[in-house]
């Protein structure tokens, strides 16, 4: 079975300090990740993708397939980047199945 | 592009009514996707379709749901009856295809009394 595991609900942190969210994934085949944002209020977008392999806003992750994780990294965060963030895996028809999602708060 | 086009943003109806949310996709996008939203249980998918045609409806929690797709520009989410539990954000989404990114709508607040 698919699943998506995002363990932290809640990663408060201040502003400047590095930020890590936990994502792992559990799937037979060969994944497709992604991470997603959605900003209060607002439609969930597309922050970056395994396979790209670019940096976004300077997110960065790396798919490790030994360990089956895809966690979202950044070395300073900034007040702008408080959001909910969804970590998700691409399973085969296109079907994206989301973890539950960590809420980042970046404080002053 | 306008992106997925969701309405309404808001509904706010009292239980045993009929509610339809509506959902036109990206032009040239062959999948569309229903997700629905809560703070107790995440984003999960609903239905999705792939050429107008439903692919996978598992994520339907009832029979009181129902989603068509009578063309490649429009989508319809019916609940009837509507029940306090239905209250969520619902989302739509559709993208080119096997393995592209998903776009999302700005979805619907839906509230039953």
């Known amino acids: 079975a698919q699943r998506v595991t995002q363990p932290e609900k809640l990663l408060s942190v201040f502003k400047g300090a590095p930020v890590e969210l936990k994502c792992n994934y559990s799937?037979?085949?060969?994944?497709?990740l992604f991470w997603y944002v959605q900003y209060s209020r607002q439609r969930l977008q597309l922050l970056l993708r395994h396979i790209s392999r670019e940096s976004i806003k300077g997110f960065t992750a790396d798919l490790n397939k030994g360990e089956t994780s895809f966690h979202l990294k950044k070395p300073f965060a900034q007040e702008e980047d408080s959001a909910m963030y969804y970590c998700a895996l691409s399973a085969g028809f296109q079907k994206l199945v989301f973890g539950t999602g960590t809420r980042l708060l970046v404080s002053p | 592009d306008a992106g997925v086009i969701q309405s309404p943003r808001h509904e706010v109806t009292e239980m045993g009514q009929e509610v339809t949310l509506r959902c036109k996709p990206i032009s040239g996008h062959n999948s569309l996707f229903w997700y629905r939203q809560t703070m107790m249980r995440g984003l999960e998918l609903l239905i999705y379709?792939?050429?107008?045609?439903?692919?996978?409806d598992s994520g339907m929690p009832e029979d009181r749901f129902s989603a068509k797709m009578p063309n490649a520009s429009f989508s319809t989410l019916k609940i009837q009856p509507s029940e306090p539990r239905d209250s969520a954000v619902y989302f739509c989404?559709?993208?080119?295809?096997?393995?592209?990114?998903?776009?999302f709508g700005d979805g619907t607040r839906l509230s039953i009394l």
């Open positions: 379709f792939n050429n107008n045609v439903p692919i996978d």
């Open positions: 989404a559709s993208s080119q295809g096997w393995g592209q990114p998903q776009h």
């Open positions: 799937y037979s085949g060969s994944p497709e």
